[in-house]
């Protein structure tokens, strides 16, 4: 027996390059730009309509007026040979020219020439995937109302009662249509469970303004029950689906695939294998994310550490180390973590350097990748951009080397360090659990010849509103982004293991553009560094 779902058409062939948009905030900001240009074409369009409209209503002000005053008395109206002649030329050459006038159409076209010269800038179909993914990963991690969302609000319920978590000063509400495409994109991605949150959505919102249309929608509440009913169908509520397919057949009641799916849910409910239509919605368990419990936990709590004052072996301190450099300007370090160890310096850099490291990296950002076995690839567990700076590329990055090796005493000059990466996270841009370090001997982390990972150096060149934490998933802490502040850890055990402590991930951006720069040390060249040890515990 089967189910017939609505036909979808996947606009793969008019995608052109893949969409990229979505995986860096700088570029989904230089698209405020191109909307800008289409506003200006769109505002002469309508200018040029404007003018051919008032031109119309002239003719048609001119024509009605003689039919008022001069065509009353037929007869002797025609009488006169002026108005006969007048009536005659209209009917024969003036209604021609204005019925097949191509001004219309000329207006059109120019608008459309308009709009094809930013194709190459505009979002592409993957970045609207991208972005509606991204909402989802929000309102998963951060547990957001769906309801909130599309009404502007990030708010996650707490006693049956929607709470905001964070106070915008600048939102926007989600159309109808805005919750559809959403839906739309989960239920392509057989991803029924958040199809069905906001198409509900979507829904009720298109059934608050029944029969309204807007040009740029793409949407309609019988859209919407269509993909809905069959979201409920694939997740066994067949009750609801039926239901809501009653209510797709009132609206458009010629639809014969409709009436064929209430038949067979009718035959589906009277049979013993679908007697109980209370089915519970429940997001679906991960298969690859083992973590996600504590990672999304870890996430919530936006950083704050509330029992960490508790620790006496946790604290502040001006470090001056051994280096001649911080003697004259100590940094200001707090212990975050000491199994593994993990530190942050604050103000590690200033305002204009960790500006300047962000244009120098701009011309450069790519998709960032990870590593599966010998291969590197993009992935949805990390949406972000990134690019790689030579210390010789400025003297910011020099001195940006500088530091970090005054501070943690190691070799940081290539080979034995990778290049500075510079990292733009995306909307909702994220990087789920990983380790810096190789697992396996197959990575692309030894091409190098010198040696796995030791360490991480993570500095915060921006900072952001909400989210966007650093989070230590078996060590149980998360660390929230300080604008020029910088995060140590070891990756290895001082045996050359790795450390598995040092499990961690970027939690969503929720609200702001985060940037980072990320500084891998190797173990060759680091002998007299950091001395190895047989003892697994160091």
Same mark, same amino acid.
């Given at each position: 027996?089967?189910? &017939? ?41 309508? *200018? ?30 025609? %009488? ?26 000329? +207006? ?16 592409? &179909? ?18 957001? =109302?769906?309801?909130?969302?599309? +009404? ?6 707490? &006693? ?37 949150? $906001? ?22 509440? *019988? ?52 007697? =109980? ?40 301190? &001006? ?33 204009? *350097? ?51 090796? %005054? ?9 034995? %360090? ?33 040696? +796995? ?15 966007? =934490? ?18 140590? $850890?070891? +990756? ?47």
């Amino acid at each position: 027996m089967h189910v &017939f779902p609505l036909f979808t058409v996947m606009l793969i062939a008019a995608q052109g390059t893949l969409g990229e948009i979505f995986t860096s905030v700088a570029d989904a900001q230089r698209s405020v730009a191109v909307e800008r240009e289409l506003l200006a074409y769109l505002e002469e369009y309508l *200018e040029r309509e404007t003018l051919r409209l008032n031109d119309l209503r002239r003719f048609f002000k001119k024509v009605k007026d003689q039919h008022s005053e001069i065509y009353q008395g037929q007869m002797s109206a025609m %009488a006169n040979p002026l108005v006969a002649y007048s009536l005659i030329k209209r009917l024969q050459s003036e209604w021609l020219n204005v019925v097949y006038s191509t001004e219309a159409n000329e +207006n059109i076209q120019d608008f459309k020439a308009s709009y094809e010269k930013e194709d190459h800038n505009l979002p592409k &179909f993957e970045d609207l995937q991208g972005a509606a993914q991204a909402l989802m990963r929000l309102q998963d991690v951060y547990a957001l =109302s769906v309801n909130g969302l599309a +009404n502007g609000r990030f708010q996650r319920f707490s &006693f049956s009662e929607a709470v905001d978590i964070i106070k915008l000063n600048v939102s926007t509400d989600l159309s109808a249509d805005d919750c559809y495409h959403v839906g739309k994109v989960a239920y392509e991605m057989e991803d029924y469970y958040h199809a069905i949150l $906001w198409l509900e959505e979507a829904a009720q919102l298109f059934r608050e303004a029944p029969g309204t249309w807007n040009t740029e929608d793409e949407g309609s509440l *019988e859209s919407v029950l269509d993909y809905l009913a069959f979201s409920y169908f694939k997740m066994g509520n067949i009750s609801k689906a039926m239901n809501l397919s009653q209510e797709l057949l009132a609206h458009d009641p010629s639809n014969k695939r409709v009436s064929r799916n209430i038949k067979k849910y009718q035959r589906l409910l009277a049979s013993s294998a679908a007697t =109980s239509p209370n089915v519970i919605l429940q997001r679906p368990n991960s298969t690859y994310l083992q973590t996600r419990t504590k990672y999304e936990w870890l996430c919530q709590t936006l950083g704050s550490q509330p029992t960490h004052y508790k620790d006496p072996r946790l604290y502040c301190d &001006f470090y001056t180390g051994k280096n001649q450099m911080l003697l004259f300007k100590p940094m200001k370090r707090e212990i975050f973590s000491l199994e593994p160890y993990v530190v942050l310096y604050h103000s590690f850099i200033s305002d204009s *350097e960790a500006d300047k490291i962000k244009e120098l990296a701009v011309p450069g950002l790519h998709r960032s990748i990870v590593a599966s076995g010998e291969k590197q690839s993009p992935a949805h567990y990390r949406i972000s951009k990134s690019a790689w700076l030579k210390d010789t590329s400025h003297t910011v990055i020099s001195n940006v080397d500088k530091r970090i090796a %005054a501070l943690s005493s190691l070799n940081v000059q290539p080979p034995y %360090a990778e290049y500075l990466q510079v990292v733009n996270y995306g909307i909702g841009g994220h990087y789920e659990p990983h380790f810096d370090h190789a697992t396996s001997t197959s990575s692309p982390v030894y091409k190098l010849n010198t040696g +796995n990972r030791v360490a991480t150096f993570m500095i915060y060149l921006s900072s952001v509103e909400a989210g966007g =934490s650093t989070a230590f998933i078996y060590a149980n802490f998360s660390v929230p982004v300080v604008k020029n502040a910088a995060l140590f $850890w070891w +990756n290895l055990h001082k045996n050359g293991q790795g450390n598995g402590d040092t499990l961690h991930a970027g939690c969503p951006v929720l609200v702001g553009d985060k940037w980072v720069a990320n500084k891998w040390v190797h173990e060759y060249g680091q002998e007299f560094q950091r001395r190895c040890s047989s003892n697994p515990e160091e």
